[in-house]
Each structure stands twice: as structure tokens, then as C-alpha cells.
């Protein structure tokens, strides 16, 4: 873990709306004055209601989303700093994979690439050798409990819980500094997903700074070091997980 305090990312003053062209161009608040910066090797845990602005937040730094207003610091591997608010979608791609990842509770669709192929691509996306990255993806289906007998099949015909853990390998391959995860294990069974959160707890370890969303208490009582509360896209309450899970409501961890 870097020890030198120095954040991987600082957001400020983030406001997001949404304008609904087809309901009479009324215009949905879901981000409000959302400040808060991370570290590297930090795991943070956004918590909060159905509608509350989580997923909004992890999209608006992945930049799938444009932030109405606010900066979005984000310092780079090579020590440069950016505004992700700021950049050109061009820029966006180039940080995205091995500066920033984002995991959602689906797997990206490719349905005529094979198990093995799809995750190792991925390292391969991100600077690994096709051997390192072949080597390092069975390691990881191995640890997510996908028998081999499925490496070679085409993720389509994958059930909801297989594609969900090819999903969390490819995302966890050589990993990027900031990983953005959005309910990644909301399909697993108890044992599958305690399989997927050990692979998770190791990110930390690594040095890699993550920002994710789990409907699920002991996801975040393991995992999480902090626990960010929203409530109707705002900031409600932000520090330590030993000190902010006592308060939680169970409808900030229920889907
Ligand atoms: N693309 C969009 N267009 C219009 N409104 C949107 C869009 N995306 C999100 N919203 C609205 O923003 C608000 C926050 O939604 P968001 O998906 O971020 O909530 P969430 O905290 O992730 O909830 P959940 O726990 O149910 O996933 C909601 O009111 C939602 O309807
Ligand atoms: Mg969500």
C-alpha cells in the first residue's frame, strides 16, 4: 500500500443532471455538490438507497456520464494530472483499462469469444504478454471456481453467475489503479462470491485504489476500509468503515 497519502483521485464540487427528452424535457437531479478524494490502496464502499446516485457516481468517473459541473482530479501512473471532467473521449479511452477500470454486474457483451480468450484479451489490453496473460487468466477462473471445462465454450451460453465471475476475472487481469465496481457478485452464490470478494481483497494489497457498490453487508464489512453514505445524490456521511457501518440502514445495502 502506498503510504505517501498522495490521492489517485479527488472529485469536487460534482453535480449531475439528467434531461428527459421523451417525458417534456424535464430534468432529473441525481448528483449534488459531491466532494471526496481516494487513495491508492484505499477499498471505499458507496452506500445508500435504490435511486441514490451510486451507480450514477461510478459512471460520471468511468465518464460514461459528463458531470454538469466539477472537476474530477485524477493523477496518472506517470504522475501528470488530469480532470476527467475536462478530457476529449479520445484521452477517456486511452485511460480507461490500465488507469481506470469499471466492473458492472454484466458481462460485457462478446458472445463469440471463449472463456479464456475474453479474460486473457483483457490483460493482454492492458500491457501483459499473450503467455502472462493466458497464465494469470486461468489462475484467476481457476480461484472463481470456473472448471476448465469451460474455457474454451462462448461466454453467451455462460449462466448468469459464470458470465458474472468472467466478468470479475477480465476486470481484475493486471489491474488498472482505480477500479470501479458496480454490484460485481449480485448474482453469486454464498460460496462463489466469497470466492470473488478474496480475489477483490487482494486489489488492496496491490496498491490499486477501489471505489465499488455491494448489496451485501459482509462484501463491505470485509472488504471496505471506508464507507461513503449517499442519500439522494449527496454525500451524507464519509469515513472509516468501522465507524460509518454501525449507522447503516439496512435499506443502504438492500437492492
Ligand atoms: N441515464 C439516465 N437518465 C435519466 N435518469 C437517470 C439516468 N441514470 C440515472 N438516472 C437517475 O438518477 C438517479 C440515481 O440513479 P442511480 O442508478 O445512480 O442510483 P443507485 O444508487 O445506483 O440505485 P440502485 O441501488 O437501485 O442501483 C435515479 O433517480 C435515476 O432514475
Ligand atoms: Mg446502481
Do not use: C
Not at 459512471?59 to 459528463?66: A, D, E, K, S
Not at 470473488?196 to 471505489?211: E, P, T
Amino acid at each position: 500500500m502506498d503510504t505517501t497519502l498522495q490521492p489517485i483521485l479527488e472529485a469536487s464540487g460534482l453535480a449531475k443532471s439528467f434531461t428527459l427528452h421523451n417525458i417534456d424535457g424535464r430534468t432529473v437531479s441525481a448528483l449534488h455538490d459531491i466532494s471526496f478524494a481516494v487513495q491508492p490502496g484505499e477499498h471505499v464502499t458507496l452506500a445508500g438507497s435504490s435511486g441514490a446516485g451510486k451507480s450514477t457516481l461510478l459512471r460520471v468517473l468511468y465518464r460514461t456520464y459528463r458531470v454538469s459541473t466539477g472537476s474530477i482530479k485524477f493523477h496518472l501512473r506517470s504522475g501528470r494530472v488530469v480532470d476527467i471532467a475536462q478530457l476529449t473521449d479520445v484521452e477517456i479511452l486511452a485511460l480507461r483499462g490500465r488507469e481506470i477500470g469499471y466492473v458492472s454486474q454484466f458481462l460485457a457483451a462478446q458472445p463469440r469469444r471463449s472463456v479464456l480468450d475474453l479474460v486473457s484479451r483483457a490483460g493482454v489490453s492492458r500491457g501483459m504478454s499473450r503467455t502472462d496473460a493466458r497464465e494469470m487468466a486461468a489462475l484467476s477462473l481457476r480461484r472463481l471456481n470456473i472448471t476448465e471445462a469451460l474455457w474454451d465454450v462462448h461466454t453467451a451460453v455462460l449462466s448468469g453467475g459464470e458470465k458474472q465471475r468472467v466478468n470479475i476475472a477480465a476486470g481484475l487481469i493486471s489491474p488498472p489503479r482505480l477500479l470501479l465496481l458496480d454490484e460485481p457478485v449480485s448474482a453469486l452464490d454464498p460460496e462463489n462470491r466469497a470466492r470473488a470478494i478474496d480475489l477483490i481483497a487482494d486489489l488492496a494489497d496491490a496498491g490499486v485504489a477501489v471505489l465499488a457498490v455491494f448489496h451485501d453487508l459482509d462484501a463491505i464489512s470485509r472488504l471496505a476500509t471506508r464507507v461513503i453514505r449517499m442519500a439522494h445524490g449527496r454525500i451524507i456521511d464519509d469515513g472509516p468503515a468501522a465507524e460509518v457501518l454501525p449507522f447503516l440502514q439496512p435499506s443502504d445495502v438492500q437492492p
